[in-house]
């Protein structure tokens, strides 16, 4: 009930959409800690509840569901610590070998997961689901060249073949879960493992990338970038939002740094933000004004203040309470202790 009333205080605050923390798809190599949620059979009564705690509080709610890959691949000694750690390669990153390249039939169990958690997201009320595919998991290492060395339909240099196992998963939600059901693809160049990684090294890529995502069945893009106002490619001022919505004419989520003027590596590094908490708001305006996304995602300012959104609307800039490390409490130490092993 605890995430419930997190999730209920923030819809009360003025956040239309709520969208879960990264939750595990029902497969036993998809997270090896109890820190991350599961969306499965014997867990799905907990998250209805959260659903129905947001939809109380006026708001909307998806599920964020994903799978580690190799990313977190240290066993904690917690639950499926036996499970094989699977990648595109048997690479965490680029001469990282971590656990085991997945065969086809790995990837059919997957697929399969994916398609098991989306359903279990409908059945318990929410309004819609987002596919994680970014930040150096499972998904995202098929992305990205220096992850994904597979030799078969699911990999090689041209990013066409790299997106097709993503993009199948998506495909297979979006038949599982049928045509009215929104599907969200999230997506980040940057890595966990290498903060410069670029998935798309040009306009070309990117747009390959999106129109497989948009043939399998997304509905919107929910584009990860570590500080919002960052040009996506030196010859251009458009951000990788900007190039996104362009490019697909799909609605376009925006993140990364709203309100702080730290990214969420310099915050694990222990750096705090300095300045008001509506530093960026003008540059944040711009770019919403010249059409770079439809909506904008806040994380830490939100975690730090459930009332941020009512604040910021009532322009009480004074009364916004600003992020801090300690705002995580025992999250923060294993997500330093990630950082660490993915650099």
Known sequence: MRLADYYAARA????????????????????RTRKYGRLADDTAQEWARCAEAVHRAGGHFFTQIS??????????????????????????KPGTPVGDPASLADLDAVKAAFVRSA????????????????HGYLLDQFLWSGTNRRDDRYGGPDVADRVRFPAEVVQAVRDGVGADFPISVRLSQWKQMDFEAQVARSVAELAVLLEAFVRAGADVFHVSTRRFGDA?????????????????SKPIIEVGGVGLTIDMVE??????????AEINFPALARRF???????????????????????????????????KLADLGDVAEEARESLSRAS
């Open 232 to 248: 996506a490619w030196p010859d251009s001022p458009l951000s990788l939002a900007g190039w996104a919505r362009k490019l697909s």
């Open 289 to 323: 004004e010249d059409g770079e996304f439809d909506l904008i995602a806040v994380g830490r300012s939100n975690i730090a203040d459930p009332d941020w959104v009512a604040k910021v609307r009532s322009r009480e800039w004074g009364r916004i309470r600003q992020f």
């Open 119 to 134: 359903r279990i997201a409908k059945h318990i009320g929410a309004d819609g689901v987002e596919i994680h595919v970014c």
């Open 267 to 276: 915050t694990f590094s222990g750096q705090e933000t300095q300045g008001p």
């Open 12 to 31: 009360r605050g003025g956040v239309q959409l709520i969208i879960s923390e990264s939750i595990a798809v029902d497969h036993p190599s998809a997270s």
């Open 67 to 92: 799978h580690d890959g190799a990313l977190l691949a240290a066993p904690d000694g917690d639950y499926f610590a036996d499970s094989p750690v699977l990648s595109p390669s048997g690479l965490m």
